[in-house]
């Protein structure tokens, strides 16, 4: 790798980095700029799913908590705007490697000009894109899927990149919990004594829900955004090949 190609390579890397864990908005408005000037990446629609399940996933884990919906959409609420810096930066990656996969962009190529004569792929805005009825293509997603996770069972890159960003941005505010919620009042009536008494809700965890909580955000995080990555490398491989007919 060359000088040159090294200092890009941790420019980019960086400016991940800020934008990740420094929430620095102008990181990431560079960073699209660039892969989008410099390596003529355009396409960029991250679908911002993973909120969602990490709510449904909470409330589960807080199956017996009586206010499991309260906490698991207040946690929801305060981790958002990190989950889709996280979910953004995984789709950046996945577009990345499929966009520049020359190997698998020919083998995507070969089929489309197969299905689909050469003029008509030059009227096509989408190819395999979404909805694949085509079994060969089907066949090449699939595998191509099987190569990002036979490379992240080696490399363990999203399980590492998951878990560092846990650790620094998400846990600090799962244990601090109560203090980004906002209270409600809970009204207690003695039946005996006739008297009530009002009080604030307390929606701080013990450690051991902490812990329950945080591993399932975690193991939501890792599966939804493996998924991001693989079907932003598909949706790479056939815009790369649709650039070819422009």
Known sequence: MSTSAIKLWELYDGLKNQFLFDNDINSIHILLSLYDLEENISNIYPKYICSKNIRHRIKTVLNNNENKDIIAQSITRIIHDDINRIELCFYLEGYKYGFFNNNWVNIIEKRALEVFNIEKIYEQNYLFHFNIKDKKA?????????????????DKDIHKMVNDFCEKVIKKKIINLDKYVDKQLKLDFNIYNQNFNIKEECYKLDETHI????????QVLTRNLKNIYKDACWYALNDKVLKRYV
């Open 211 to 218: 812990n329950k909580v945080y591993s399932a955000i975690v």
């Open 138 to 154: 089907k066949g090449i997603r699939n595998s191509i899927r099987k190569e990002i996770d036979m490379k992240e069972n080696r």
